[in-house]
């Protein structure tokens, strides 16, 4: 735990902008500080999805599914800015994407995880479909 | 530059994504790691929502509807078509990197050509190819997982394929390159490489079979986080990047475990094209099977002290998770210790078969991993193998000529008894002969799986009736 706490602090630190806009010439993007992110954040990565259960690993496949429709952020910026429509129609499609796997992504983790039950809870109680005929 | 409170709301998206996978470690905590990252999807989307250039409210409305309108019945389709919904929604994450892309070099492009830094047009580059490899890409596994009839479900291969996968990927790259170098003189490229990459996508994946979907899912798992990942780094936007980045970890490891599990590399399952009857199989001599009655083999199931039951991708694909569960219910009540056996690539996706028996009420507990069962198998008294094939074939243990010689797999064997339900001797989707059939205790109930296991229900239960008079 420790370890993780360390590991968010780092991450936290390099989302935030050591250099505020000294200007906003394009040029302005700070790349090595987003590959620093990238690095760390792959290592996080690494490291916690290590140590996920093996049970879990399809629900594990939606979620982060779900978490990488983060990508809405970006379409969202496309869709609602005053761009050439042919811009906007792109953004909206990228939008629709993207809104579609932060809904099917985390409604099905949540269903999948609720299947998932300790013997004393499973034991007698939800009798399946099947058990009826 | 993005204000200060939306990049304080992407700072606290990060960390609870990060809680969120943190708790998927533990089924007891893993409904949290839910809730920890539907938070931080509607801070991350609030805060956006908050700058003040957007205008377009009906469009974003528009999208966000319809997404909900697809998302909902999608999260509602049954456990075993998760695979092609998780294949499907790659192929979603894929094309709206690919399109964002698109859209920021065309906006850039117009906006003035001095916008187009080396820095952007290389992650530009990276995200259309990444993201529109994996849109189609998705889509074919998809579509071969949901077996859709103009896909073919065999391995499509042909003479000069991998020439012409490597081929097209590096006239791409070779063309990106060039883009890079000079976004004015080679705008024109921008369109073809975008085809190129749609159209590798598709040869891509033609040649994977069945079995190697749990990889090729993975895989194309991390591709659709690092196209986020490269989205990130075109909007200089942090919160893209670590949450691609977590997205793109989690692909890889699972890459990393299913080849394992399969004793393959990467570059096999893309350009091994397994799965084809392999020849030396057909020179096998006419072995016998010896077959057991369902009321027999309910006789020594009521009788072993142990069972492990070792479910493979035709236990989903007959639907007997529900009578396996009263097969389960019925031997546990008689006092027999009842586990499961998962092998890392059963089914078509990692962790396919847990989620499927957890959903027939079985208890996560008695789901044991591989390497976990395989020191007690000696001391089972009865292996049920049901539906599965090659990862109980004890060829891959000791005959170097035989394709998943080197496998691990769950050794079924050395149960002292083994039952093995099957359809027909027909060979797996590898085209292996499974030399577990032919072992001296194995007995074969043949019939579809859930008709056997519901008559050993029905003959168990008579049983036991019997018994308790």
């Keep these: 735990m ?38 760390l954040a792959t290592f996080i990565g690494l490291g916690v999805i290590t140590r996920v259960s093996r049970l879990l690993h399809t629900p594990l496949m939606s979620l982060t599914n779900a978490i990488s429709a983060i990508a809405v952020v970006g379409s969202l910026i496309l869709t609602g800015s005053d761009y050439p429509s042919y811009i906007t129609w792109l953004g909206a499609i990228a939008l629709f994407a993207s809104m579609t796997n932060i809904v099917s992504g985390f409604l099905i983790t949540d269903r999948m995880l609720k299947m998932f039950k300790s013997p004393s809870k499973a034991s007698g109680t939800g009798k399946s479909k099947e058990d009826k005929k | 530059m993005i204000p ?5 709301a992407y700072i606290i998206s990060t960390a609870l994504f990060v809680f969120s996978l943190n708790w998927m470690k533990d089924p007891k905590t893993a409904r949290r790691g839910v809730f920890a990252g539907v938070a931080a999807m509607i801070i991350a989307i609030g805060s956006t929502l908050v700058e003040p250039g957007i205008v377009n409210w009906d ?6 509807v319809l997404g909900f309108a697809v998302g909902i019945p999608l999260s509602k389709v049954p456990l075993t078509a998760v695979p092609q919904r998780t294949a499907l929604s790659h192929s979603f ?9 698109t859209a920021k070099f065309y906006l850039w492009f117009n906006e003035g050509p001095e916008n187009l830094t080396a820095f952007r047009m290389i992650a530009i580059v990276a995200e259309i190819i990444l993201g529109y490899l994996t849109f189609t890409g998705s889509l074919m596994a998809a579509g071969k997982l949901q077996e859709v009839k103009w896909i073919p479900q065999r391995p499509v291969t042909y003479r000069g394929q991998n020439f012409i996968n490597i081929g097209l990927l590096s006239i791409a790259v070779i063309m990106g390159i060039l883009l890079i170098l000079n976004p004015l003189q080679f705008t024109y490229l921008f369109p073809f490489i975008i085809i190129l990459a749609l159209l590798f996508g598709i040869l891509l994946i033609i040649p994977i079979g069945g079995a190697d979907m749990p990889t090729v899912i993975s895989l194309l798992n991390s591709y659709a986080g690092l196209s986020a990942v490269a989205m990130g780094f075109v909007l200089d936007n942090k919160l893209l990047v670590t949450a691609g980045a977590l997205d793109g970890s989690s692909g890889l490891i699972l ?16 350009f091994g094209a397994f799965g084809q009857v392999q020849k030396g199989a057909q020179t096998v001599e006419q072995r016998t099977v010896k077959t057991e009655t369902t009321e027999g083999a309910a006789q ?11 479910p493979g991708y035709g236990m989903a694909v007959a639907q007997a998770q529900y009578r396996i569960r009263e097969l389960y219910d019925l031997l546990s009540k008689n006092g027999v210790d009842v586990k499961f056996a998962i092998h890392p690539v059963a089914g078509r996706m990692p962790g396919h078969m847990n989620v499927l028996l957890a959903e027939a009420n079985i208890p996560y507990e008695k789901l044991v991993e591989m390497d976990d069962i395989n020191p007690d198998m000696a001391q089972v008294d009865v292996a049920l193998v049901v539906g599965a094939n090659d990862v109980v074939n004890p060829a891959a ?14 050794n079924a064997d050395k149960a002292k008894m083994c039952f093995a339900i099957k359809r027909t001797m027909n ?6 002969e499974n030399e577990l059939y032919f072992a001296e205790h194995t007995f074969m109930l043949f019939g579809d799986a859930k008709a056997v296991i519901g008559e050993l229900v029905k003959q168990l239960s008579a049983d036991l009736i019997g018994t308790e008079k």
């Design chain 2, 4 to 8: 200060a409170v939306v990049q304080t």
């Design chain 1, 2 to 39: 420790f370890n993780l706490a360390k590991m968010l602090l780092i991450i936290l630190l390099l989302n935030i902008p050591v250099f505020p806009a000294e200007s906003s010439t394009p040029q302005s993007t700070d790349f090595f500080s987003m590959i620093f992110v990238f690095m």
């Design chain 2, 300 to 310: 020594i199931l009521e009788q072993a002290s142990s069972v492990v039951i070792i």
């Design chain 2, 59 to 64: 469009w974003i409305a528009l999208a966000i």
């Design chain 2, 93 to 101: 994450g894929g094309l709206a990197a690919g399109l964002v892309g």
């Design chain 2, 397 to 410: 243990r000791h005959d170097n000529s035989s394709p998943i010689y080197g496998m691990p797999i769950i």
């Design chain 2, 427 to 432: 060979p797996g989707f590898a085209g292996i």
């Design chain 2, 255 to 270: 890459s990393i475990i299913m080849c394992k599990a399969m004793n393959r590399s990467f570059t096999n399952v893309l």
